[in-house]
């Protein structure tokens, strides 16, 4: 993890300017039961909007933004279209056919509407701050540039392009500019989580101890963030810090037990607590631990080389050399190029 870009888009954020509090806070699911029955007014009002005026656009536009918001981008891109048929240059529903098509990984197909949108409204913040996005991840940079700051000149107090132009700057290894950035994101608004992500990333990448402060920040947002936490914890693997990286990964599989990750990374820690100094029954107990947590990565996925590969190190470190080979050569199936496998063949070929 030496060089983190964090690029993130919610399209069910995107009639929002600022990033707001993940979908997943405690806040938000104890308002399940209120929020469902609002949807459900919300869209009785839509429907009933439409049959009022079936010849107006904004009846299939309310109907769009409603499918985005929640998490429908194909049944928002249908309504969407029917709108587009009525009022084709109105910018917001070029912006929200945009955000449907991004929404389904369209993106040849959404960048051109989002351009539209800004041609047919100058001053549509969220039209550039997407476009901007976009623009930015595709390395396009002058032009990502222009439309940030055009977005801060119009509202100084938005996070959202602070945040952008931290990307931006992180991406022309400005890094000391890049935080500037981020922090004004967060001083904009608090609960900014992706801001903090990318600050603790930016840190880390430094090798500043600031990062751990930052990834807690972004936990304390979104508590159950599998991102954050497993940055935080490969933070503190990379510092040595092997069991305070263990609590990060095994804190993952209480929100996601299936998270085959968590298992080889805590595998693959246990191992780099194996000292020499160490008596050999501890080693050989820390060993069987990491064995444990590679075998049940592989029950999640059974093709996963890197836990493989791990596993046969422990093997080979607790005198199995037979297994080890029998697992090594098991790798190559699977990648017949995987240098790590090929040299330890031949290390254990040299040893006969």
Known sequence: MKKIVVLVVSVCAVFSCQENT????????????????QKDKRLAEINQLI????????????????????QQPEEALKQINR?????????????VKAMSYLGINKIEQGLPFLERTVELDSNHIEGMLELAYYYLAGKNYEPSLGLINRAISQNMYLAKPYYLKGMWYEMQD????????YQTAVERDPNYYNAYLALGSIHNKMDNPLAIQYFNSAIATWPESIEAW????????EHEEYEEAIMCFDTILHFDSTFEVSYFDIGRTLINLCYDKNPKATNDSLLDLAIQNFDKALNLNINYVPAKYNRALCYESKGKVTLAKSEYKAILKLEANYEPAISALNRLDQRN
């Open 22 to 37: 993940p979908n997943s806070s405690p806040q938000e699911i104890e308002m399940v039961q209120p929020q469902e029955n």
């Open 51 to 70: 049959i009022n005026q079936p010849n107006s656009e904004q009846g299939y536009y309310q109907l769009a933004k409603f499918h985005l918001e929640n």
């Open 83 to 95: 709108a587009m048929k009525i009022a084709p240059k109105d910018p917001n529903i070029n912006f």
């Open 230 to 237: 497993r940055l935080k914890g490969m933070s503190h693997y």
């Open 174 to 181: 400005q890094n000391k500019l890049a935080i500037s950035s």
